[in-house]
């Protein structure tokens, strides 16, 4: 059986005490001695600390939105998988489709920072998607495969690795895909998976949905019997939702 997991993707949202606000109020919406499934958010760099000591103790854990390859070093506006691993975090979002679209992230780098995170002791939440252009050409599957096995490349043990599909036509678009569009995708996935490293770890990864979840789709989305839990962008921003997301999940 394998346990959902809901993480919060604020974006490049919240000062450092906004994001304090938001932990605060989610830690309270939740309650203490949660434990329905795994729960994280993944505030700004800046504001990760601020985050972390607020959620220390509770069952929320705290998620970089990304991560470099090297430890350190002249890499401008970057911070390291070491960096985020000392500010606290737990899982790292990487090759989030904004990372892959306007920072040109391809599945190369995708993959160097997923292997330094894993040797950090980081989870990785690995995120792939079709756009909508790649869908309606047909090339949906090979897009989401190819980015499966290129980001995944040298990596023996996916313990650690949990994916995140994510429609690039579904986010922060309020479309979302349906139940049965994600299911099959979240099927491929795992097919994929199994070919890569064996049945047995195929049905122990967790694959989570994202492309705007909210309260009134969660709870079909993730009765799907091949999705795990989801990765939230817009929804996320508002405590209420958030925790409503994540009881569906739990
Ligand atoms: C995301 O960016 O990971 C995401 C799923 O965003 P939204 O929920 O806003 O579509």
Known sequence: MRRKIVV??????????ES???ATAIVG???????????????????LQ???????????????????????????????????KAAGCSY???????????FGETNATVNLRVKKALSEGLKVILCVGETLGERESGIMASVVTTQ?????????DITEIVVAYEPVWAIGTGKTASSAQAEEVHLLIRTTIAELYGQKAA???????????????????????NIDGGLI??????????VAIIRAAS
């Open 233 to 242: 962008g817009g929804a996320a921003l508002n405590a209420a939702d958030f």
């Open 8 to 17: 919060g993707n604020w974006k490049m949202n919240n000062t450092i005490t």
């Open 50 to 84: 601020e985050a972390g000591s607020i959620i220390e103790g509770s069952a929320v854990q705290l998620v970089a939105q990304n991560c470099h390859y090297e430890n350190d070093g002249a890499f401008t506006g970057e911070v390291s998988a070491r960096m985020v």
């Open 29 to 47: 919406e939740l309650g203490a001695g949660f434990s329905g499934c795994e729960v994280g958010i993944a505030p700004t760099f800046i504001a």
């Open 20 to 22: 304090a606000a938001l």
């Open 92 to 102: 790292v979002i990487i090759g989030h489709s904004e990372r892959r679209q306007f």
């Open 148 to 156: 499966v096995r290129e980001g995944l490349a040298g990596v023996s």
């Open 203 to 225: 049905s122990h990864l967790r694959i989570q949905y994202g492309g705007s979840v909210k309260p009134s789709n969660a709870v079909e989305l993730f009765a799907m019997p």
